[in-house]
T-cell receptor, first 115, second 113 residues
Framework: AQKVTQAQTEISVVEKEDVTLDCVYE???????LFWYKQPPSGELVFLIRRNSFDEQNEISGRYSWNFQKSTSSFNFTITASQVVDSAVYFC????????????FGQGTELSVKP | DVKVTQSSRYLVKRTGEKVFLECVQDMDHENMFWYRQDPGLGLRLIYFSYDVKMKEKGDIPEGYSVSREKKERFSLILESASTNQTSMYLC????????????FGPGTRLTVL
């Protein structure tokens, strides 16, 4: 069975702190994709990144970085020097060839960045 | 920019009413999806569609039906709304190839009294 677990329900940090959001996944498929989405208070999910199972290189985009480790089935997301605008719910998601494009979402982590 | 729009941001209905939630996308995407979002449960897939007049059940289809008469429009129907269908409903679309990111609409917060 496919599963995504985001164990951190809520995280609260002070502006400029670094914060890491954890994502652990389960799948028996060898070809799969992992995603991160951001849901700000406005409600619309915004796509952040997609990673395939054959590419374990870490990715950095500005203050955002992602650490993909197949050995621990994790795809963690780090925000460096957090800002108030980073406050949102963040979702990790998984799909694979056998899912036919359907996404399996984690429960989400609500990040609150205080000034 | 990809645009996915939903007919209402907020909706209040009474138990037993028939409810229509509309979703329109303007990027010629083949795939369209309906999710509901509840606290602590993340997003759960209700129904999806790969093509016009085609539909597939997701993980929680009970109490819902869908309609896709045109490629750009995907409707979610609650035949007889119940209080346990009070939730945030999110529509999404993507290109047909299975691993493309989905683009989401702003959501409809439905309250059933």
């Amino acid at each position: 069975a496919q599963k995504v677990t985001q164990a951190q329900t809520e995280i609260s940090v002070v502006e400029k702190e670094d914060v890491t959001l954890d994502c652990v996944y389960e799948t028996r498929d060898t070809t799969y994709y992992l995603f991160w989405y951001k849901q700000p208070p406005s409600g619309e999910l915004v796509f952040l990144i997609r990673r395939n199972s054959f590419d374990e290189q870490n990715e950095i985009s500005g203050r955002y970085s992602w650490n993909f480790q197949k050995s621990t089935s994790s795809f963690n997301f780090t925000i460096t020097a957090s800002q108030v605008v980073d406050s949102a719910v963040y979702f990790c998601a998984l799909t694979s060839y056998n899912q036919g494009g359907k996404l399996i979402f984690g429960q989400g982590t609500e990040l609150s960045v205080k000034p | 920019d990809v645009k996915v729009t939903q007919s209402s941001r907020y909706l209040v209905k009474r138990t037993g009413e028939k409810v229509f939630l509309e979703c329109v996308q303007d990027m010629d995407h083949e795939n369209m999806f309906w999710y509901r979002q509840d606290p602590g449960l993340g997003l759960r897939l209700i129904y999806f569609s790969y093509d016009v007049k085609m539909k597939e059940k997701g993980d929680i289809p009970e109490g819902y039906s869908v309609s896709r008469e045109k490629k750009e429009r995907f409707s979610l129907i609650l035949e007889s709304a119940s209080t346990n269908q009070t939730s945030m409903y999110l529509c999404a679309s993507s290109f047909l190839a299975g691993f493309n990111e989905q683009f989401f609409g702003p959501g409809t917060r439905l309250t059933v009294l």
